[in-house]
């Protein structure tokens, strides 16, 4: 199958929005993070949307005139942290709130130094895979369901992939919903042409 | 309701490199627009990241809500259209009215004899050889 017809291409996964759980939604945590200042960390594991919903966070802030600073660190870049902070911290007014996306590459010196300058800003919220760095805002969570809802998503029903695919993808990824949606890519990759069945 | 469109030559939508395209584009808007503008683009798409290059840019100045005009535009050498099962580059034509940003875009394809080119795998190129 062509890349450009693979549901599971990258501009699809990535046009997905986040999905809550738990009865959770949009209102109550918007009113946790106000409760909290503006200082909350999104925990979870890999893979399940922490990067989706604090980008999403941070449209809808930014639409209500909230300027956002991002600061996206990551296992490659996490040698560069320093230059990125500084460079991150030069333009910043306390109109700002600061988002670090995978907050875990600090080490602990350098994240006491970044909320101590960023208790001049606005806020800051990050998102992490452990808890106990900021009040939790959220904690975002894995399951077979999730996988099955984003597959529903991304598939016309007649071309789902049955539930126990899911669920031996879910197993062998240990919940990595990204890494299983890359696996699908594979397989799909490898299936003959669909061209036209699947939605664009 | 609002409508923007691209028509090829004869209903066209595979061309050469360098081919030179004569287009005729037309919008109906509710609102008279700023400017309107024909973009010529690639994007790749498949596994990674996507990659976007705008290679070509007509503007339409001072236009009218309602409204049809013809350009020409020669089209590049490089890169073919691809695909193969990482990745597909894809060429595509994009007319936008500024400032709402309404757009539309219809795909090309540009390569030799009008067919993009097909990737194959190292294990179907070694079966090939």
Known sequence: MRAADNPFRADRVQSLRYRFHDGDDWESMLARLQKCSFRAAIVGPEGVGKTTLHEELAARLEKDGHPIRWLRLNRENRRQAPALIRRTFADMTPKHLLFIDGAEQLGFWRWQLIKRRAGRLAGLVINTHTSGWLPTLIECKSSVSLLSEVAEELLPEELRPPQETLVSLFDRHAGNIRLCLRSLYDQWASAPDVRGQVPR | ?129
């Open chain 2, 1 to 129: 309701m609002n409508r923007l469109e691209i028509e090829f030559p004869r209903e066209r939508n595979t061309f050469e490199p360098g081919e030179e395209i004569d287009l005729t584009v037309s919008w109906e808007l509710e609102e008279a627009p700023e400017r309107i503008e024909l973009r010529l683009v690639w994007n790749t798409s498949g596994k990674g990241t996507t990659d976007l290059e705008i290679v070509q840019a007509v503007p339409f100045e001072f236009p009218s809500p309602f409204e049809t005009r013809q350009t020409r535009m020669t089209l590049p050498g490089s890169p073919y259209s691809f695909s193969g099962k990482l990745i597909t580059l894809q060429w595509g034509l994009e007319l936008i009215a500024f400032p709402s940003e309404e757009s539309t875009r219809r795909e090309i394809v540009i390569a030799p004899s009008g067919t993009e080119v097909r990737l194959k795998s190292i294990k179907q190129t070694e079966q090939v050889i």
